[in-house]
């Protein structure tokens, strides 16, 4: 695929069920890269220049994800959103050392040198040790400071041997698929004060509608505690899908703190909830009065 080309050039006309170009081989080959992490669109196949009606279902649900008008036919907003998404996609996908998705917020822990830099996908592993540490007894609470110390490692193998897994103190996907699901089943059942989330750092990883997996789950627990502050953020429930009411709830917080409400959570939303989560948690900021505004 050409990067350039797609996020340079525009066709002569809108792109519409029927035609037959380049312009929409290329558009189909953007759509099938970004569908590997906003699941919502449907992945095409054959991806040739006939502009077809299971192309169109997959341009709608581009559009409704990103807040488009959602007519099924690439003019120029959204041919020039599908370049950026894509080229976003693909420099996400480069940060992952070993080609993982970048809708996974933990990649394997395999080729992290011990001690040396503070990673979220550490911090997060971190977090959920701490959280099995207080149902079970052989797995310690361990600092969450994003580090991949001898303590993580021995809390990792410790969860590992709890629960019959090779102790290799290593997240591989079975250790990490173990490990979610166990902290999932906990802190679903808890009501969103009983919750502690510590700052996460961004994980580099965009969020929309179709995303899954752990960032979501923090997310959508950020909203979740936030909605009981703030009446103009509904209420979600977390369950580590990107769902329409994610989307909503994540639209109304950009909104109240003077984002565009485009639903996508990217670094700066995701900062803006660290930041408004830890103000009403735990008090780090000044309470506002009325929306963010006042806080400045």
Request: hydrophobic share 45%; net charge negative; charged share 20%.
């Amino acid at each position: 695929m050409n990067i350039t080309a797609i996020q340079q050039t525009y066709p002569p006309s809108p792109l519409k069920l029927g035609d037959d170009n380049h312009y929409v081989f290329l558009a189909k080959t953007a759509l099938n890269v970004i569908s590997a992490n906003y699941h919502a669109i449907p992945v095409l196949s054959p991806v040739d220049n006939l502009y077809d009606e299971n192309m169109e279902l997959a341009v709608k649900a581009f559009q409704r994800i990103f807040d488009l008008p959602e007519t099924g036919i690439i003019d120029k907003a959204t041919w020039f959103k599908m370049g950026e998404i894509h080229a976003s996609v693909v420099r996400l996908a480069e940060l992952s050392a070993r080609g993982v998705l970048v809708g996974d917020v933990v990649e394997d822990i395999t080729e992290v040198e011990e001690g040396v830099q503070v990673l979220p996908r550490v911090q997060m592993v971190q977090f959920f040790l701490n959280v099995l540490s207080a149902y079970y007894d052989s797995v310690p609470a361990v600092d969450i400071d994003g580090i991949f110390g001898p303590q993580t490692k021995s809390g990792i193998i410790a969860f590992q041997k709890t629960m019959n897994l090779p102790a290799t103190g290593l997240i591989d996907e079975q250790t990490w698929t173990a490990m979610y699901r166990s902290v999932l089943g906990i802190l679903r059942e808890l009501p969103p004060a009983a919750v502690e989330l510590p700052s996460f750092l961004y994980p580099d990883v965009l969020y929309a509608e179709g995303s899954e997996k752990a960032g979501v789950f923090i997310i959508q627990e950020i909203l979740a505690y936030l909605s009981t502050m703030i009446p103009e953020i509904p209420f979600v429930r977390p369950d580590g899908i990107f769902g329409p009411e994610t989307t909503a709830s994540v639209k109304a917080f950009q909104k109240y703190t003077g984002l565009e409400p485009d639903g996508i959570v990217d670094e700066e939303t995701w900062n803006r909830l660290i930041e408004m989560y830890r103000q009403f948690r735990f008090g780090d900021y000044p309470l506002p009065e009325t929306g963010f505004n006042s806080m400045q």
